[in-house]
């Protein structure tokens, strides 16, 4: 039995692999844009939208290999008032973001859904808090020199593993969930369905 990513994140793939997961990554083809507008015009919030959209990828996948695990992940961040922020379009985009939400707290929401023979098996929605801090237009234009357009496919214009951390003072949260994937909980499925060693 396979693990497949359900996804191209670099992010997903290193962390799978620092950790010794066998898998193969194939990319979802699923219009994320699309069904992203579709699910917010019934009403999910960024918690539910982010599940959706995990089940939505590995569920495609699943249906063309059903006798491998296909898992599937999305990240989704949510200011305190409930509105949803976007990858940011350009570096003028998330230089606005940024200035906007310095100072501020949000809440990041990751999502993988295992599905075998096209039905989802497995599920886990994690959430981080974190407080973003005051930065001057000056830190934000080098953050940007240094960042874009690396981070153009980052939701929140952030990889915490790498200069990103430099925008928080206070993360309430697993780094894993952060960068993408709720991994030590997939860990112990993946251990309990023989993929991983126990």
């Given at each position: 039995m396979r693990l497949i990513l359900a996804s191209q994140s670099a992010s997903r793939r290193a962390m799978l692999d620092a950790a010794g997961v066998p898998?193969?990554?194939?990319?979802a083809a699923v219009d994320e844009e699309s069904a992203k507008a579709s699910l917010r015009a019934e009403g999910r919030d960024a918690r539910a939208l982010a599940d959706a959209l995990a089940e939505l990828k590995a569920t495609k996948l699943s249906r063309k290999y059903p006798q491998d695990l296909v898992l599937g992940c999305d990240s989704t961040v949510a200011l305190d008032d409930g509105e949803m922020i976007d990858k940011a379009p350009s570096r003028a985009a998330?230089?606005?973001?940024l200035r906007r939400m310095a100072g501020t707290r949000h809440r990041l929401f990751s999502a993988a859904v295992i599905c075998e023979g096209g039905v989802p098996v497995w599920r886990f929605?994690?959430?981080?808090k974190m407080h973003m801090r005051a930065m001057s237009d000056e830190f934000v234009d080098s953050y940007l020199d240094a960042e874009w357009p690396a981070i153009s496919g980052c939701v929140g214009g952030y990889?915490?593993?790498?200069p990103g951390v430099q925008l928080f003072d206070r993360?309430?949260?697993?780094?894993?969930?952060?960068?993408?994937?709720?991994?030590l909980q997939l860990l112990t499925y993946l251990r309990d369905r023989g993929v991983m060693p126990r």
């Open positions: 898998f193969e990554a194939m990319a998330a230089a606005d973001l929605v994690d959430v981080a990889r915490i593993e790498g993360i309430e949260g697993n780094q894993f969930t952060i960068m993408g994937l709720p991994l």
